[in-house]
T-cell receptor, first 118, second 112 residues
Framework: GAVVSQHPSRVICKSGTSVKIECRSLDFQATTMFWYRQFPKQSLMLMATSNEGSKATYEQGVEKDKFLINHASLTLSTLTVTSAHPEDSSFYIC??????????????FGPGTRLTVL | GENVEQHPSTLSVQEGDSAVIKCTYSDSASNYFPWYKQELGKRPQLIIDIRSNVGEKKDQRIAVTLNKTAKHFSLHITETQPEDSAVYFCAATGTNAGKSTFGDGTTLTVKP
């Protein structure tokens, strides 16, 4: 099946620093990737849709200048949390859609990145 | 936008019993409905999905039903086992850039 990796799996950083999280589709090409945030015992909250070669589409309430997304290739999307603060601490999960037609295919999730901001 | 409601939020069953989780959605344009299982600290894993042109789909002990008119779909797990214990999420996906809206999740506990 389709495999999605995420790196790092866990990161602890000081307040004010920036953190980059990578999401890779290992055995398929993904024109669309999604970034989610998940708080303990809560659902997946979509942050943004990442499209290869174009600007990401952010959900309402998500600061695009704080959560920078780059989708430079068909297998890699990155999320950079800039000037991180303790309230940004969360579980960040990416997913990639395998298939040519957006909205008709399964999303495969990465293993997630646990971000802790001190 | 799409709104997905999932019930119940917690479900406890005895091993061997059946479990049913229900979701309703609001956007009639949604056409793809996956179900994910997430174990603690791990990624959501697709367990079954259904598209809007099908009313029911079954895979061994797991089945999903879809009622487009009423805009609801359900997950059925039969002969539950302790390893079925996890959080289950439903989702509705439409043609709006392929975005999925997730339900709030159901924590299923199967008691041995």
């Amino acid at each position: 099946g389709a495999v999605v990796s995420q790196h790092p799996s866990r990161v602890i950083c000081k307040s004010g620093t920036s953190v980059k999280i990578e999401c890779r589709s290992l055995d398929f090409q993904a024109t669309t990737m999604f970034w989610y945030r998940q708080f303990p015992k809560q659902s997946l909250m979509l942050m943004a849709t990442s499209n290869e070669g174009s600007k990401a589409t952010y959900e309402q309430g998500v600061e695009k200048d704080k959560f920078l997304i780059n989708h430079a290739s068909l297998t890699l999307s990155t999320l950079t949390v800039t000037s991180a603060h303790p309230e940004d601490s969360s579980f960040y999960i990416c997913s990639a859609e395998a298939g040519g037609v957006v909205g008709t295919d399964t999303q495969y999730f990465g293993p997630g990145t646990r971000l802790t901001v001190l | 936008g799409e709104n997905v409601e999932q019930h119940p939020s917690t479900l406890s069953v005895q091993e061997g019993d059946s479990a049913v989780i229900k979701c309703t959605y609001s956007d009639s344009a949604s056409n793809y409905f996956p179900w994910y299982k997430q174990e603690l600290g791990k990624r959501p894993q697709l367990i079954i999905d259904i598209r809007s042109n099908v009313g029911e789909k079954k895979d061994q002990r797991i089945a999903v039903t879809l009622n487009k008119t009423a805009k609801h779909f359900s997950l059925h797990i039969t002969e539950t086992q302790p390893e079925d214990s996890a959080v289950y999420f439903c989702a509705a996906t439409g043609t709006n850039a392929g975005k999925s809206t997730f339900g709030d999740g159901t924590t299923l506990t199967v008691k041995p």
